[in-house]
């Protein structure tokens, strides 16, 4: 008999929809922390700023002027890092160097007109809009024959990179399928073929049966945090019923999406008792026409933070160049998560 | 004729050691920046800090007491994330719950007794020293059967989860092959098989033809940005004769890989005029004793900084759902760096 204790010993869990595995090393959280915190940011943000250049009626750096929008809005990113207009070409040297143009589209996405709300304070009415917009767009951007995939993201508190607290998120579509996708359409390809099931069905099945991970739960979606999450408090948001994208959500099932969106961020801003930081996205199907029997619609949360709301994991360098660690257990996370449920 | 101009329009670029793909976008460093600023630290450290639990004869965490070290220290890490006595065993429900125990070592190397030095501040010749340790380690917990990889890295500065700026890296060995050095096996492996030639050597051939991503080369080294590179800085250390690992490295050698190291880091000093935060670390082949004629020894150095000493690149909602993503172009970052070399 073996003494290895999943909540103990440093173990390896393998990610099957990437591949990859991830170092988990539970003893270690018990580290102490002497290096960089991050500063707390007051939030204390008035309804409309007009200084921001999300805010409705105010002036983008381009010159053009928001709408007095009431709901979501969206326009094209002033500063996309792909672009519709760039020529075809490559730039190969054997090999070993070698670049392809890649055509694209960036938007941003306002999810609400109110400057102080991010997706935890919103109604779940409001956050329905939000998904009823990312519905459309991913239809729209999909439809075109030079976009390949659609990636809805949202980078959410300066510590991740985002540079307006105006609550919003960004979709950037082009040419080709990136990494991740790419890896979880290999991934779940491969299960489909061998099981005629969903990867992601039979796995949601497995976390139903013990509920040792799940944080969430409602008529059409669940929220949990994955065997092998990464960031210290990372879920993944898995529909129940098996489809490939959005543009096959129903109405109920919208939603039952906002509110699963709705009870998760929620939920994260009682960890710490602040505006919780996260990236979170979707991973759908690509819409280059081909049929995904074994895609399953799912959403990813990130969230840094790892020991209270100024000390974030570092994912530097064993990380970098081995593979990711993390040191609580995802069963631990997921405990205290469910805990702040509402 | 194609107008698609690397300098300009977005691309993506192949990675050929991991077979992934980086999104570059020429345009976007014109995109003006109002996010999260990085704390610049005060760098006035004393050559011994009473309070650091890496300078020589104080005393650590777990009570013992440093020696009276003159060059470099190597001690097993008191908060390690991988542990020797670790026991067998596995966790395992159906194809898609599954972990496995890891056993490992992890230890700390301190570079200098001086608590106020870098790499980057070092001579060669007591930089030559910390090779020659990484050399002995490698052999050592290389040699022990439970390991079959060896990670040697460095995390400089606090933005890197650094937590003390005592000059040092660490060492994290264990039992299986993590997955960047993994996927760099089945990438050189492949080429080498089709080619019987290495992948590294053919690639630096054609870098040597061109020089446009060449930082700084000597006798047996040569620090170039890679052409796939992610990181605004990022570069590579690629050793012009074709060996697996650095326990093959010859006296010369390694006096030659000590300067590349001096040159570069002090090189990156002068970007921002500040200590240059970066991870670094050396892949090289597995200790598992197959042999492994495709590996290529080389060392990465993965810096944060983008525009300036406070503003980093974050690799968040896009990077993490999709793909990496850069803003400067790699033959930029090189030109800059190469000016730099003294
Ligand atoms: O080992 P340290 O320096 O305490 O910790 C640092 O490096 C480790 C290895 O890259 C990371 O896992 C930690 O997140 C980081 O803070
Ligand atoms: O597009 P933004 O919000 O200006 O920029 C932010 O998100 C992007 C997409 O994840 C990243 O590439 C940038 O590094 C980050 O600062």
């Known amino acids: 008999m073996s003494d290895f204790d999943l909540a103990e010993h440093p173990h390896r869990r393998y990610n099957p929809l990437t591949g990859e595995w991830v170092l988990v090393s539970p003893h270690r959280a018990k580290r102490p922390w002497q290096g960089q915190q991050e ?26 002027q928001n709408p007095a929008y009431e709901s979501t809005y969206v326009f094209d990113n002033d500063f996309g890092a792909l672009q519709e207009g760039t020529p075809e070409g490559a730039y190969v040297k054997g090999d070993l160097i070698r670049a392809e143009s ?11 007109p109110r400057h102080d709300l991010t997706l935890a304070d919103m109604a779940p009415e409001d956050i329905r809009k939000v998904v009823d917009l990312w519905q459309q767009e991913y239809q729209e951007l999909g439809s075109k024959d030079f976009i390949n995939y659609v990636q809805i993201f949202e980078n959410k508190g300066q510590i991740m990179g985002c540079s307006n607290p105006h609550p919003h998120g960004q979709i950037w579509a082009q040419r080709t399928v990136p990494v991740e996708p790419a890896k979880e359409t290999t991934q779940q390809g491969l299960y489909f073929e061998q099981h005629q099931r969903s990867l992601l069905a039979d796995y949601l099945a497995l976390e139903l049966e013990t509920r040792e991970r799940v944080v969430a739960e409602n008529e059409h979606f669940v929220a949990l945090v994955p065997f092998w999450a990464v960031w210290p408090f990372e879920t993944i948001v898995i529909s129940k019923r098996h489809f490939q994208h959005i543009g096959q959500m129903t109405e109920e099932e919208k939603n039952s999406f906002a509110q699963s969106i709705k009870a998760l961020t929620a939920a994260y801003d009682r ?44 994912m530097v360098g064993y990380e970098m160049m081995g593979n990711p660690q993390r040191d609580i257990t995802p069963e631990a996370a997921a405990n205290l998560l469910r805990s702040l449920v509402r």
């Open 39 to 64: 500063e707390q940011s007051q939030d204390t943000r008035p309804e409309y700023d007009p200084g921001c250049y999300l805010c409705p009626t105010n002036t983008r750096a381009n010159g053009e």
């Open 102 to 112: 890649e055509r694209g589209i960036c938007r941003v996405i306002c999810f609400s």
């Open 271 to 314: 960890v710490f008792g602040i505006s919780f930081p996260y990236s979170s996205g979707i991973h759908q199907s690509p819409t280059d026409g081909q049929a995904y029997p074994g895609w399953h619609f799912h959403m990813h949360f990130y969230p840094p933070l790892l020991r209270s709301a100024t000390v974030k994991k570092f």
